[in-house]
């Protein structure tokens, strides 16, 4: 494997890993509030089929951005008010929004376009496109520094890039700010927050909301920026692989970047090599490098991740005494 194969699967893998980034960091918010969230997929999903329909319809990509983010919120705040409000269980609440995406991104795609469920093929002028940075071709000359600049820095759209500031900025909020003390706060000791004046609820209704915006974000990623619309269960476990990360980064934004890009590189290279030859084996199944990803994750999570002890509030309603 030369340099350029290997700096073109680090751009790949950053891209891959882009909507695990982003439901990665909307898990965070939300697990750091105390609001367990099974629904990170479901919402990915209801954000991409919003994004590219209606990119599709209007014929714009920032539109369609728009009306993920509102399908996802609108799912974030059902979570927010069967978990918060009516201090119902936060992981039937979950399961049940991503049951409640899958069938109705196939319901509504299929009535509205009666493609199956997909929408139409978008246009270059309805999606989101990569940006080639200045001097591109300048330095492309230039040993190591030409190929990175082209296949790792240069090349993106602005959602990839959006991710990326996400990290430092999350990590500012949550360690940097009073809004980001209380929210860790009120996912460790609920009781201490209220009791400081602090509303617990409005706290993690915030949480849940920003989960939702960062949802909405990595679903109209994947119909309008890696793909060219919206297929049926796009997201293919990608809210639950975003979980996963999350887990292995226990709960903090800079391992979270790290845990996503691994997932992002298994991924890449599950796509680039799909027909591998083993010495004395044989073909490696186009099947088994496909399902890489998850088979790594399984292992990662049993073997490699150690003592992770969540938010000690999280996935308990609190109920305020009196």
């Known amino acids: 494997m030369d340099l350029e194969t290997i700096l073109q699967l680090a751009g790949a893998s950053l891209r891959l890993a882009t909507p695990l980034l982003l439901a990665c960091l909307a898990g965070l918010y939300s697990e750091r509030a105390g609001i367990f969230d099974i629904g990170l997929e479901g919402k990915m999903l209801a954000a991409a089929f ?10 714009s990509a920032w ?3 728009l009306a993920g983010i509102a399908a996802s919120v609108c799912l ?3 979570h927010g008010l069967a978990s918060i409000t009516l201090k119902g269980n936060q992981l039937i609440s979950g399961v049940a929004i991503n049951f409640l995406a899958s069938g109705l991104t196939a319901l ?3 009535n509205w376009f009666g493609m199956g469920g997909q929408t139409p093929q978008l246009q270059a002028s309805q999606r989101f496109l990569g940006i080639s940075w200045p001097f591109v071709d300048r330095l492309a000359s230039v040993p190591l520094l030409g190929p990175l600049y082209r296949h790792v820095i240069s090349g993106h759209n602005l959602l990839v890039y959006g991710a ?18 209380r929210l860790r706060a009120v996912g ?12 617990v609820v409005r706290l993690r209704y915030g949480a849940v909301v920003i989960a939702g915006v960062l949802c909405g974000l990595a679903g109209a990623y994947l119909s309008t920026a890696m793909a060219a619309g919206f297929n049926r269960e796009m997201t293919a476990g990608k809210g639950f692989i975003a979980l996963a990360a999350l887990i292995f980064a226990k709960w903090r934004p800079w391992p979270a970047l790290g845990a996503c890009l691994l997932f992002g590189a298994l991924e890449a290279i599950g ?10 084996v044989g073909v490696v199944p186009v099947q088994l490098m496909q399902a890489l990803p998850y088979i790594l994750t399984v292992v990662i999570l ?17 109920v305020k005494e009196r």
């Open 50 to 59: 919003a994004a590219g329909a209606v990119a599709a319809v209007t014929g």
């Open 63 to 65: 539109i369609g951005l």
């Open 76 to 78: 974030a705040l059902i």
């Open 108 to 110: 509504i795609g299929q």
């Open 164 to 181: 990326l500031a996400a990290v430092p900025l999350t990590w500012w909020v949550l360690y940097r700010t009073r809004f980001g003390l």
């Open 188 to 199: 460790e000791n609920p009781a201490a927050v209220d009791t400081a004046g602090v509303s």
């Open 271 to 280: 796509i680039r090599y799909q027909a591998i030859t083993i010495p004395g």
């Open 302 to 318: 049993a073997g490699f991740v150690g003592k992770a002890i969540p938010p000690r509030a999280g996935g308990r309603p609190y």
